[in-house]
T-cell receptor, first 115, second 114 residues
C-alpha cells in the first residue's frame, strides 16, 4: 500500500514546548513538503525538500524547522518560537518535475492544538 | 507576490445543478494549474489539472476552463451530487529555478443539498 503517513493524528502541546510531527512516504518521491492549513486561509507552504539533506524555506518558515536525513522521511518541528501554532498540518510528496508541475500527494494531516 | 485568488468562499448548489468555482492568478510563469478536493479531516487529493497550452479539460463531471489572456481558470462540476460536498482548492505552480511550488487559493466550501 503506497502512500503518505502522518503521526500523530491529534497533538496537544503546552506553550513553550517544541513538538515534532512525523511524515513518512513509500512512494519513492524525491520531493516532500509541509503545509499549514488554517480556516479560510488555504494551504501555506512551510518548508520543502527536493533531495535528501537539502531543504528550502517556504512562505511561513519562521518558528519551524525540518530535517531530511532519509528520502522517506521529512519530520517537522514546531518550536516555541512559533507564536500561533494551533493549526492543521499537512505533509505532501511528489516527483521532481523537469518542466511544468506534477501531482502532490497529501497525507491525512496532524491537528496540533496548543493548550 | 505570487497570488491565486479564489471565489466564492462558499457555495450552495442543489443536487443536479452546476457548481462553478473561479480562480485568478498573477504569476504569468505558472505552467500548471491543479484543482484539489478536500473532505473534512482529510488531506487534499488531486481532482483535475490543466496546463496553459489548452483551454479546456474534462474528466467525467468535472471540467476546467482556462483563459490565458485573462489569467483566469474555473472548475465546473456538472450534475452536482451530495458526495461532491467538500472544500475545493485551485492552485498555480511553476518549475522555475529547478523548484516546484504550489500556490493555493483560499478554498471554496461546496455544499450540495438534496
Amino acid at each position: 500500500d503506497g502512500g503518505i503517513t502522518q503521526s500523530p493524528k491529534y497533538l496537544f502541546r503546552k506553550e513553550g514546548q517544541n513538538v515534532t510531527l512525523s511524515c513518512e512516504q513509500n512512494l519513492n518521491h524525491d520531493a516532500m513538503y509541509w503545509y499549514r492549513q488554517d480556516p479560510g486561509q488555504g494551504l501555506r507552504l512551510i518548508y520543502y525538500s527536493q533531495i535528501v539533506n537539502d531543504f528550502q524555506k517556504g512562505d511561513i518558515a519562521e518558528g519551524y524547522s525540518v530535517s531530511r536525513e532519509k528520502k522517506e522521511s521529512f519530520p517537522l518541528t514546531v518550536t516555541s518560537a512559533q507564536k500561533n501554532p494551533t493549526a492543521f498540518y499537512l505533509c505532501a510528496s511528489s516527483i521532481v518535475p523537469i518542466t511544468g508541475g506534477n501531482e502532490q500527494f497529501f497525507g491525512p494531516g496532524t491537528r496540533l492544538t496548543v493548550l | 507576490q505570487q497570488q491565486v485568488k479564489q471565489s466564492p468562499q462558499s457555495l450552495i448548489v442543489q443536487k443536479g445543478g452546476i457548481s462553478i468555482i473561479n480562480c485568478a492568478y498573477e504569476n504569468t510563469a505558472f505552467d500548471y494549474f491543479p484543482w484539489y478536493q478536500q473532505f473534512p479531516g482529510k488531506g487534499p487529493a488531486l481532482l483535475i489539472a490543466i496546463r496553459p497550452d489548452v483551454s479546456e479539460k474534462k474528466e467525467g463531471r468535472f471540467t476546467i476552463s482556462f483563459n490565458k489572456s485573462a489569467k483566469q481558470f474555473s472548475l465546473h462540476i456538472m450534475d452536482s451530487q451530495p458526495g461532491d460536498s467538500a472544500t475545493y482548492f485551485c492552485a498555480g505552480a511553476y518549475s522555475g529555478a529547478g523548484s516546484y511550488q504550489l500556490t493555493f487559493g483560499k478554498g471554496t466550501k461546496l455544499s450540495v443539498i438534496p
